[in-house]
């Protein structure tokens, strides 16, 4: 197959993809409306998750599918290029849809995070419409300040750490949205399935502490290619700089649970304000900045 | 709260403690982050200053007084300085005191069994010998304490190390920062494909000391610019390559050496390293006066407007009487549309194009007033002609003649002396070890008691990590089946 040929078959794999997580997408829908209703009569309490439990699996595994397409969707857009599929934002968006599923996926091994199916999926079918829409660039080679080993691991780091991060987020804000409800009063039939806030408080924070150190390496790593592409290593670029607030942002997190107890509420608002500047810093200065760092082919 | 006469020793006394505290640390880390973000908005002096004269030509006043909060200088002002020193004393004040106690803790024994361990995490009673559950804690190499009925033991001090190794190597990286910017250097200079650099103070096109950088310690060493190769993708016109072969001489009596430079493979003398930055194109002119003398030969390097080269530059000659200066702009592959007028469609050399327009007047080279080498103030000037070249062509105006002989490509060579790198970097590598030993090391305390002929076991998970549950149930299990 010529490099042309691998890339169409990555447009076709990363549409795929798009396609099957939509179908995940529908199952999670009508899990999600199925559990409520099955809970129609008697007690508030009582959810009957036999009728669910099938479906659910089923979404899952769809779920698993679509990644695994996705998977080689990213393989075959890197094989046309014979590189990293990570030089531009198309390729860092559909990398990084990838790596938030796989996140998902992968924490959702150890804790029970069916009931995230559908934001994440909701998630997921956005940065990949977006980028097949929006985003799309041909496959290209590489412009010479980013023929460099680091774009390997620099971009990987930044790109995994934000697929975490994100699914972080997703879990602070499922704990706000929780946190009210409960306050109002009681769960509602549907939020009555989903974890307790305490559960959903500790996992956030697991997941951040668990990225912080990749995020931190991810920053050093930029900085030292910087050094040997740009001749400095720091330069208050405005991605550097927008990185450089995230980690702030997270080191404040980290110390407000740790050392000053920070918990529940507080804690989820300042998570979410540190994973919205990572998200910030992609849109933003890819988008709309200036500075160095653009190689969004936009 | 009644606040308390505060003065002199007793004042200090209470702002220190107020800026050590956790808290203020919390607020100066989110002030920090805060304050960054006006300089990722308006351009900033040091990254783009042309940018920065947009903003003073487009909005005098406006800027002006952004210039008073300095909003192009944000990371070298007083406020953003005054936020970090402080966190950096909050840090120092916080951090030190704190390693001398840690210190001590690293060999500390653990602290003894808390009288009620029913109370504790992961509690377990047991049948059990206080002897195995020693030796099972030995083995998996907790620290232990005996006494009579009970076994104090811990695990994971390695833990704190981190916590402070990860803060003080945050010092050390501050510290390389600044070694830089005191004792480094940085420097520009452009060089036509052909010609020689040789590392002096006049070589460059512009040249930033460190305070403490004194200019005469300039490494002698030459490079001789021998050829530079762009690749562009016909059908992005990306650049995909840009080589360029060098000869370089390292100290006076140096023999030559062959290197070639790239993007990402600076070359290398001692503590200096040299980057190929940037490239454009330099038309090579010969310029006569109306009795055919010669008055300007060479080349003459043009400042790239976009990515397909697109340039602009002057030619001065000073020596013509009247003096006469070219406005020119420079097309590698010519192209012209109603909009943009003339302009480049291909970064390299398909169909290059000189448009020259011929001014006479004063150039005003002598008013000591700095210039532009890429610009001419032609304000009192008077054009007189205005003509597209091809190469070989010449044009014939007034008061002599132009000829457009070729193009040669320039180079942009950054010379940077960078001291403090190396402290900055082992301070960040030593920064991430102690992140994750203190962020994955589970600290812990195991308790075991024999209460009347049976054991209780309970323990303390000091950083809330998991897993000390199940170590505990590891451990009571064990026992029983021991028994």
């Known amino acids: 197959m010529t490099k042309t040929d691998w890339a169409y078959v990555s ?16 199952l999670y829908t009508y899990e999600t ?11 508030s309490s009582s959810i009957d998750r036999t009728k669910t439990a099938k479906s659910s699996r089923i979404a899952t595994i769809v779920f698993l599918l679509a990644t695994a397409v996705l998977l080689l969707g990213v393989v075959a857009r890197g094989v046309s290029a014979s590189r990293v599929p990570w030089s531009n934002m198309y390729e860092y968006s559909i990398s990084g849809a990838l790596t938030f599923a796989l996140a998902y996926l992968i924490v959702g091994r150890k804790y029970d995070l069916r009931w995230l199916g559908l934001p994440i999926s909701i998630a997921v079918l956005l940065i990949l419409g977006t980028a097949i829409t929006l985003l799309y660039r041909p496959s290209a080679p590489l412009v010479p300040a980013l023929q460099s080993t680091w774009l390997v691991v620099h971009v990987f780091a930044a790109i995994l750490s934000g697929g975490v991060f994100l699914l972080s987020n997703t879990i602070a804000a499922t704990y706000l949205w929780l946190d009210r409800m409960e306050r109002k009063g009681e769960r509602t039939a549907f939020a009555k399935r989903l974890p307790t806030l305490e559960v959903l408080d500790q996992l956030s924070y697991r997941l951040v502490a668990f990225v912080f150190p990749l995020w931190t390496f ?4 930029g900085a030292i290619w910087a050094e040997a592409a740009w001749g400095r290593y720091w330069g208050w670029d405005p991605k550097e700089t927008w990185a450089f607030i995230t980690w702030i942002l997270y080191a404040a997190y980290l110390h407000a649970r740790v050392t000053a107890g920070w918990k529940g509420r507080k804690a989820a608002w300042l998570c979410l304000l540190a994973g919205s500047t990572y998200l910030f810093n992609y849109v933003y200065v890819n988008v709309w900045g200036t500075g160095r760092h653009t190689y969004s082919g936009l | 709260m009644s606040a308390p006469e505060l003065q002199g020793l007793s004042l200090l006394r209470y702002l220190w403690r107020q800026l050590t505290s956790m808290r203020t640390a919390l607020i100066l880390l989110l002030l920090l982050g805060l304050a960054s973000i006006p300089g990722s908005l308006f351009p900033q002096r040091t990254q783009s200053p042309l940018k920065v004269r947009e903003y003073f030509e487009s909005d005098s006043t406006g800027a002006k007084w952004m210039d008073r909060f300095y909003l192009f200088d944000v990371y070298g002002s007083p406020w953003f300085s005054a936020i970090y020193i402080l966190l950096f004393i909050s840090l120092i004040g916080c951090v030190v005191p704190r390693s001398w106690h840690y210190f001590r803790e690293i060999f500390k024994a653990p602290a003894p069994a808390p009288s009620s361990l029913r109370t504790m995490e992961g509690f377990h009673e047991v049948e059990g010998q206080l002897e195995a559950a020693q030796r099972w804690l030995k083995s998996h190499r907790f620290r232990i304490v005996r006494d009579g009925k009970s076994i104090a033991a811990e695990k994971g001090y390695l833990r704190e190390t981190g916590n402070l190794v990860f803060h003080l190597s945050l010092i050390v990286v501050l ?3 600044a070694g830089s910017s005191v004792f480094g250097m940085r420097g520009e200079a452009i060089i036509n494909v052909g010609e020689r650099f040789i590392n002096t103070p006049t070589s460059y096109d512009n040249l930033t000391p460190g305070r403490f950088f004194s200019i005469g310690n300039l490494p002698p060493f030459t490079i001789k610019a021998d050829n530079f190769d762009a690749t562009y993708n016909p059908e992005t016109n ?3 390559d840009y080589v360029l072969n060098v000869t370089t001489q390292d100290g006076v009596d140096g023999e030559s050496i062959k290197k070639v430079v790239r993007v990402n493979e600076p070359l290398t003398f001692g503590s200096t390293r040299v980057y190929l930055q940037a490239n454009g194109y330099s038309p090579l ?7 055919g003398e010669v008055k300007f030969e060479g080349p003459v390097p043009f400042l790239p407007q976009d990515s397909n080269l697109t340039s602009i530059g002057a030619i001065k000659v000073p020596d013509m009487e009247p003096q006469v200066g070219f406005v020119g702009s420079f097309l590698p592959t010519a192209a012209r549309d109603k909009v943009r007028g003339g302009f480049s469609s291909f970064p390299e050399l398909l169909d290059p194009r000189l ?18 080498v890429y610009r001419i103030d032609t304000e009192d000037m008077e054009r007189i002609g205005l003509w597209a070249l091809r190469i ?20 942009n060579l950054q010379v940077v002396r960078d001291p403090g790198k190396q402290y900055a970097l082992f301070g960040s590598i030593l920064a991430i070890i102690g992140l994750m030993a203190s962020l994955f090391i589970r600290q812990r305390r195991i308790w075991v008691r024999e209460v009347n002929g049976k054991l209780e076991i309970a323990g303390l998970a000091l950083n809330r990590l998991p897993g000390l549950d199940e170590e505990i149930k590891k451990l009571a299990t064990e026992m029983k089946e021991a028994k």
């Open chain 1, 11 to 26: 447009n076709d794999l990363v549409y795929g993809a798009l396609f099957i997580y939509t179908i995940a997408f529908i």
């Open chain 1, 33 to 43: 409306a199925f559990a409520v209703r099955a809970n129609k009569e008697g007690a």
């Open chain 1, 218 to 221: 991810a920053v050093i790593a």
């Open chain 2, 175 to 177: 510290l390389g920062i």
């Open chain 2, 238 to 240: 990306a650049p995909e």
């Open chain 2, 285 to 291: 002119v010969t310029v006569k006066d109306k009795s």
């Open chain 2, 355 to 372: 448009l020259v327009s011929v001014w006479t007047g004063d150039l005003k080279m002598d008013t000591g007033v700095p210039q532009s």
């Open chain 2, 392 to 411: 070989g062509e010449t044009y014939q105006f007034e008061v002599g003649s132009i000829t457009f002989n070729g193009v040669i490509p320039w180079v």
